[in-house]
T-cell receptor, first 111, second 114 residues
Framework: GDSVTQMEGPVTLSEEAFLTINCTYT??????LFWYVQYPGEGLQLLLK?????DKGSNKGFEATYRKETTSFHLEKGSVQVSDSAVYFC??????????FGGGTRVLVKP | DGGITQSPKYLFRKEGQNVTLSCEQN?????MYWYRQDPGQGLRLIYY???????QKGDIAEGYSVSREKKESFPLTVTSAQKNPTAFYLC?????????????FGPGTRLLVL
């Protein structure tokens, strides 16, 4: 089946620092790739997505590029804020398959 | 506003009791899903439904049951057979299961055992 490997957290940063969360996946077929964010006590929100190789998804200052050759979809943000403190999930989805979640990476941004 | 609603936000269960979690969507989506999230962990799929009156087991269906009598609604019952029900339960929907589209999530229900 499909699987996702995310870097383990927690990742603790100072405000305005650069954030990278690594994500690699295995999937049958040609998946779409998603990053979801979960703020404390809430459900998951779609942060960004990419549907084909070399596509770059972006939203709220976050970016991730679909790298088919390395099966990766690393999340980056150039300058984090305290409000970015959350858990981030990488998830591939191929047609006919279910959405597969990684274990999530907790990010804590300190002022 | 279109979206997914879950109720209640918090639910308490006594030993041996069945409880039902509500999930409603007005997005006109065909597919709906239930996930369980334990502290510090990712999401695990309990049940999903691609169409009214049809549903399939996910990875951890034991101790749970669902129904899909209406397109908009996909309630989850946590039965007394589920020995460790304390968790955060998330409902989601997507236009259809077989595609590559994203899923949209509700705000979740936290279930606690008294």
């Amino acid at each position: 089946g499909d699987s996702v490997t995310q870097m383990e957290g927690p990742v603790t940063l100072s405000e305005e620092a650069f954030l990278t969360i690594n994500c690699t996946y295995t999937a049958t077929g040609y998946p779409s790739l998603f990053w979801y964010v979960q703020y404390p006590g809430e459900g998951l929100q779609l942060l960004l997505k990419a549907t084909k190789a070399d596509d770059k998804g972006s939203n709220k200052g976050f970016e991730a590029t679909y790298r088919k050759e390395t099966t990766s979809f690393h999340l980056e943000k150039g300058s984090v804020q305290v409000s970015d403190s959350a858990v981030y999930f990488c998830a591939p989805k191929a047609a006919g398959n279910k959405l597969t979640f990684g274990g999530g990476t907790r990010v804590l941004v300190k002022p | 506003d279109g979206g997914i609603t879950q109720s209640p936000k918090y639910l308490f269960r006594k030993e041996g009791q069945n409880v039902t979690l509500s999930c409603e969507q007005n997005l006109n989506h065909d597919a709906m899903y239930w996930y369980r999230q334990d502290p510090g962990q990712g999401l695990r799929l309990i049940y999903y439904s691609q169409i009214v009156n049809d549903f399939q087991k996910g990875d951890i269906a034991e101790g749970y049951s669902v129904s899909r009598e209406k397109k908009e609604s996909f309630p989850l019952t946590v039965t007394s057979a589920q020995k460790n029900p304390t968790a955060f339960y998330l409902c989601a929907s997507s236009p259809r299961k077989g595609g590559r589209e994203t899923q949209y999530f509700g705000p979740g229900t936290r279930l606690l055992v008294l």
